[in-house]
Every structure is written in C-alpha cells, then in structure tokens.
C-alpha cells in the first residue's frame, strides 16, 4: 500500500540555524500539505500546495517558512531560522484529490535547542 | 472561528463493549468531515469521511460515524471494542468553501479498551 513518507525521522537544531524537512508524498497524489503539532497542543495546518504553489497558508506559515516541490518526487519544508517554539512534530501529507482524504507520513520531530 | 472540539480528552472501554468518541465543530456551511487515528510514533491514518448523503458512514476495522447536521456533531462509533482500537482519535474538519484544503483538527481523544 502506497505511504507518504519522511526524514528525517528527528532533527535536533540549534535556534537560529536552518532546517529542511524532507517528504514523499503517495507518488499520483497532486495535493501537498504541511501540518505541525507542538507537544500536547492540536495538530495545526501550515500550508498547502498545489500546481507548484502555495494554494493557502496558514498565519504559523510566515517569511520564515518556505515550501518547495525540487523534482517530481519530493516536497520540502525550510524553517531559515529556527527558533525554539518551532520544536514540533511536523507532518506532510498528500492527497489525490482536493475533496480526498489526506494521507499522512509518519512526521518529524524537529528539536529546536 | 472555525473550531472542532472533541470534549472527552480519554474515553476508556472495556473490550467487547460499543464505543463512542465524540466530536462536534463550528464551521458556516456543510463542512466535510473526518476521523483520523494515530498510534504511537506513526502517522495519523485515515478511518473514515463524510462528504455529502447518508448521515451514517462506515470506515475502517469496523468504525463508523454519524453526522448530525443539527446538533454540528460528527461522532465516532464502533459496536463492539478490540484493545488493539486503543490509540489516539481525531476528527478534523474542512469547510466546504476552503479551497486550499486546510483541515481543523480537534485536540484528540485518547482510547483505552481494557480487557
């Protein structure tokens, strides 16, 4: 059964220092999405992507944040700057269609220090 | 604001017995609905969705949830519990109108079935 999948599994970064979360969506999936959990808070949307831009991002998505599809496989998530609130869990998940269910990876917990 | 609240933070069950995981949200218009489940250290899995028709949808190992236009609730039920059913729960929302996808989550229920 196709999965989405991640890496690292946990990233451990210094504040100020900037990070790429790696992910592979469900490979004839056309819908992107980034989502965060801090510890013991909600699951947050971050942004979507879709067609090779953001489709809508949330307020948590600000400069320092970018998202990018490099080649026909990958999508990726860069924090320029960490800061320690951005410690996390981070998810991407995938979907074939816009009314679809998303799929998710399994995340990567991003340890700001 | 937009919101979904699941009010139950842990719902314990013994196994054999129905159980229901409760979800309700705020949301203008016919939002479509999900629940998702997470064990520990995966991803949040898929069960099930409503989209559009019957108020009573099946999903995965047996799960099943019942969305009431009225009261804006979209709960979780199963007829009979497994211990192996013990993870982490979340219903999530998107409105209808949002074309970016973006999904509102609950905070999660944790689901305990003993023995």
């Known amino acids: 059964e196709p999965e989405v999948t991640q890496t690292p599994s946990h990233q451990v970064t210094q504040m100020g220092q900037e990070v790429i979360l790696r992910c592979v969506p469900i490979s004839n999936h056309l819908y992107f999405y980034w989502y965060r959990q801090i510890l013991g808070q909600k699951v947050e949307f971050l942004v979507s992507f879709y067609n090779n831009e953001i489709s809508e991002k949330s307020e948590i998505f600000d400069d320092q944040f970018s998202v990018e599809r490099p080649d026909g496989s990958n999508f990726t998530l860069k924090i320029r700057s960490t800061k320690l609130e951005d410690s996390a869990m981070y998810f991407c998940?995938?979907?074939?269609?816009?009314?679809?269910?998303?799929?998710f990876g399994p995340g990567t917990r991003l340890t700001v220090t | 604001a937009q919101s979904v609240a699941q009010p139950e933070d842990q719902v314990n069950v013994a196994e054999g017995n129905p159980l229901t995981v409760k979800c309700t949200y705020s949301?203008?218009?016919?939002?479509?609905l999900f629940w998702y489940v997470q064990y520990p250290n995966r991803g949040l899995q898929f069960l099930l969705k409503?989209?559009?028709?019957?108020?009573l949808v099946k999903g995965s190992y047996g799960f099943e949830a019942e969305f009431n236009k009225s009261q804006t609730s979209f709960h979780l039920k199963k007829p009979s519990a497994l211990v192996s059913d013990s993870a982490l729960y979340f219903c999530?929302?998107?409105?209808?109108?949002?074309?970016?996808?973006?999904?509102?989550f609950g905070q999660g229920t944790e689901l305990s079935v003993k023995p």
């Open positions: 949301v203008s218009g016919n939002p479509y």
């Open positions: 998940a995938s979907s074939g269609q816009l009314n679809y269910e998303q799929y």
């Open positions: 999530a929302v998107r409105p209808y109108y949002n074309q970016g996808g973006k999904l509102i």
């Open positions: 409503y989209i559009t028709g019957d108020n």
